[in-house]
């Protein structure tokens, strides 16, 4: 959520801030309620304090013998005015917080305005791999080396979903390991958080009120939803808390499946496992103080780049644009991997900084050791990594004119040294 005060101090900025994200915004309405509350705000105080000195003249009356009976009256004039405030103000704090959760981070500066087309590429590892033969697609080589089971994965859960089988499944889990293994040796704490979360954890992360409708809720009464990446759970650990400064920053990262209920049809050529509505994932997460968070966010981006070279994927590494950027983040970058099959590059992480906009959601704050003032902490996530597109880009771009798939060397040690699959 954005900062009340800066909106109302310096509405322009904000404006011109979100239009870099082509939001279009109109804060007539917000700064208008915003006036009002705080004018109703002092009458209020000043009718409590008439009434809190009125009241006092009550006994004193009583015990004179006169009649407090007009006091009185007009006591209950003030009370009643005192609860008509009380409701306006609800009434207004109401739609101004209504308001204000809707609204998208602000990009930071160094991000470039526009859409999707205006992303830039700021890194590119290894190259795009040169087949001396007509390669396979990912599709039919899973299905070739008996790695998915795609109809049956179908028939199970419909579309969107896909089966894991023997070597397959055993694949996906190395991968897994691989990745849990680096986070640990770098000194993250690993956490399995719950899978089943609750509406003021979307509301926190800033996915709700938005896109409510792209989760899986579970619930008539009340609102529990799967969650979908394990960053909607991780921002919700310190919700309503107060860190202490010695506590940051904190490293985290955590596996969980990832379920997404997404809307539209998928493109022809995204068949199997590139769009799905369950997909493995490891997320790292960070809460860190203010002047941390650019330092954080370079070592979020340095840790899913090193993930993808250590299994030697040709990739790009991609600075988004404002209009890119999901809702709650200032900066996103993606890491991008070639599909040969596609002609294209995937996504196959994000690593992003939301500053203080998820913080102010949960209010999650941390006190300074010197001042003892309290601040809100700034919040991190990234893939580290998604695994549904680095299985089609490892058996694209390690396929061989024979069929078989060399596996990563970093993912032998997991495979009891398996260096090859081929045809069961």
Request: aromatic content about 8%.
């Amino acid at each position: 959520m954005l900062d009340i005060n800066l909106i109302r101090t310096n509405p322009d900025l904000v404006v011109s801030a979100l239009k870099k994200r082509e939001y279009d915004l109109d804060l007539t309405e917000f700064l208008s309620w915003d006036t009002e509350r705080r004018e109703l705000l002092m009458e209020n105080e000043a009718i409590k304090a008439e009434r809190n000195q009125k009241s006092k003249l009550i006994p004193q009356l009583k015990k004179q013998g006169q009649d407090a009976q007009p006091l009185l009256d007009e006591l209950k004039v003030l009370a009643d005015r005192v609860k008509q405030l009380d409701e306006r103000q609800d009434e207004l704090e109401q739609k101004i917080r209504t308001f204000a959760l809707a609204l998208p981070n602000l990009p930071a500066d160094d991000v470039v305005a526009g859409g999707k087309e205006n992303n830039q590429v700021v890194k590119t590892f290894g190259s795009k791999p040169d087949f001396p033969y007509e390669p396979k697609n990912h599709v039919d080589l899973c299905q070739d080396l008996g790695l998915i089971d795609y109809e049956r994965g179908v028939k199970m859960g419909g579309n969107g979903y896909w089966l894991y089988i023997g070597m397959g499944a055993q694949l996906e889990w190395a991968l897994l390991n691989y990745f849990i293994s680096e986070h640990i040796k770098d000194g993250y704490t690993m956490m399995l958080p719950p899978h089943i979360l609750t509406y003021e954890c979307g509301l926190t992360a800033g996915q709700f009120p938005k896109f409510e409708e792209d989760v899986f809720r579970l619930t008539e009464e009340g609102f529990h939803f799967l969650l979908p990446t394990a960053e909607t759970a991780l921002i919700n650990m310190y919700r309503g808390e107060i860190l202490e400064e010695d506590d940051l920053p904190r490293r985290l990262f955590a596996y969980t499946p990832c379920y997404r209920r997404e809307a539209g049809t998928y493109r022809a050529s995204e068949r199997g496992m590139i769009r799905g509505h369950q997909f493995n994932k490891i997320e790292m997460f960070g809460y860190t103080k203010p002047e941390q968070s650019g330092e954080i966010l370079k070592e979020l981006i340095d840790k899913a780049c090193r993930l993808v070279e250590g299994l030697g994927l040709h990739y790009q590494l991609s600075k988004l644009a404002a209009g890119d950027c999901s809702a709650s983040m200032a900066t996103t970058y993606d890491i991008e991997l070639w599909l040969p099959s596609m002609n294209e590059y995937k996504e196959c992480s994000s690593v992003s900084n939301a500053m203080d906009y998820q913080a102010r959601r949960g209010n999650i704050r941390f006190r300074r050791n010197e001042t003892k003032k309290l601040e809100f902490v700034h919040t991190l996530n990234g893939s580290g990594l998604a695994t549904s597109r680095l299985m089609p880009a490892i058996v694209e771009q390690y396929q061989q004119s024979d069929g078989s798939v060399l596996v990563p060397e970093v993912l032998r040690p997991f495979l009891g040294g398996l260096e090859r699959i081929t045809k069961p």
